[in-house]
Nanobody, 113 residues
């Protein structure tokens, strides 16, 4: 059974940092591209960043230079390092297996101004 469990969210002031983690199980993690998505109140879920099997990455324009996605295949975990956070980054952040319709439960990130 596939499971994705996010952690690391919280309340932070603008300009601060958070590191999100997503622990995966039930899949051959190293063979899967993984992504972080977010959904703010009243808005559609959107892609934040993705990382391929070989470690290649891509980012949404609104996080380039501030967020870094990485993975540790030995720990079956994907990370999202978020720096220089802005109030508009406030959302529930989800991880997802890019090519499968499996989502974690999400972790709330709130950035105060």
């Amino acid at each position: 059974q596939v499971s994705l469990v996010e952690s690391g969210g919280g309340l932070v002031q603008a300009g601060g940092s958070l590191r999100l983690s997503c622990a995966a199980s039930g899949i051959i993690f190293s063979s899967r591209a993984m992504g972080w998505y977010r959904q703010a109140p009243g808005k559609q879920r959107e892609l934040v960043a993705a990382i391929g099997r070989a470690g290649n990455t891509n980012y949404a324009d609104f996080v380039k230079g501030r967020f870094t996605i990485s993975r540790d295949n030995a720990k079956n975990t994907v990370y999202l390092q978020m720096n220089s956070l802005k109030p508009e980054d406030t959302a529930i952040y989800y991880c997802k297996i890019v090519t499968l319709d499996y989502w974690g439960q999400g972790t709330q990130v709130t950035v105060s101004s």
